[in-house]
C-alpha cells in the first residue's frame, strides 16, 4: 500500500475508528493500541482490489478485538470518551453542543445489549449504511434493520426514563 494513500486513510478515518474500538472495549489504551494496529494491517494486507476502504478497516478493528475479547476472556472498566477534535469549520459553540450531544449519546448507548449497540454505534459514530453493517457483520440487512429498530427504541425509552433531551 501506498505511504501517502495510508496517510490520508489515517487521517480521515483514525478517529471513528478508535470511537468505534473504545465503545466496544470500553478502554481508551486498548482503543488506541487497535486503532494503530488496525491501520498496520492495512500497510501489510488491504488486497488492492478493494472498493470499501472504510469497511474493511471497520471489519478489521472488529475482528482484533473479537480476537481479543476471546483470548483475554474479560471485560473492561469504562473511561471518559475521548473527545472529538473539530476541523475549524463551525464556532466553538456550536462544537460543545455537538460534542455534549454526541457524548450523551454514547453515554446511554452503553445501557444497550452488545448487538443492538454495536450497530447504531457503526450507523452514529461510523456513519456505515445498513447494507455495509450487515457485510461487516455478517449478517442479513433484514437482520440489522431489526436490530436498528429495536436498538433506536429501546434507546429512545432509556433517554426518555432518564431525563434525556431527545428533542
Request: glycine fraction near 2%.
Amino acid at each position: 500500500m501506498d505511504n501517502q494513500l495510508l496517510k490520508r486513510l489515517y487521517q480521515k478515518y483514525q478517529k471513528e475508528i478508535y470511537l468505534y474500538l473504545y465503545s466496544l472495549c470500553k478502554n481508551r489504551e486498548i482503543a488506541e493500541d487497535f486503532t494503530q494496529e488496525t491501520f498496520l494491517k492495512a500497510i501489510l494486507s488491504l488486497p488492492n482490489e478493494h472498493t470499501n476502504v472504510r469497511a474493511w478497516l471497520y471489519m478489521v478493528a472488529r475482528n482484533l478485538y473479537f480476537n481479543y475479547r476471546k483470548k483475554e476472556g474479560k471485560e473492561f472498566a469504562l473511561e471518559e470518551v475521548n473527545e472529538t477534535v473539530s476541523d475549524g469549520t463551525e464556532t466553538a459553540l456550536d462544537q460543545v453542543l455537538r460534542d455534549e450531544r454526541r457524548r450523551l449519546l454514547f453515554q446511554a448507548l452503553q445501557h444497550l445489549k452488545e448487538e443492538p449497540r454495536e450497530v447504531l454505534m457503526l450507523q452514529y459514530f461510523g456513519a456505515l449504511s445498513q447494507k455495509e453493517i450487515a457485510a461487516l457483520l455478517r449478517k442479513t440487512p433484514e437482520n440489522i434493520r431489526v436490530l436498528a429498530y429495536r436498538g433506536k427504541k429501546e434507546l429512545k425509552e432509556y433517554m426518555e426514563a432518564n431525563g434525556y433531551d431527545i428533542s
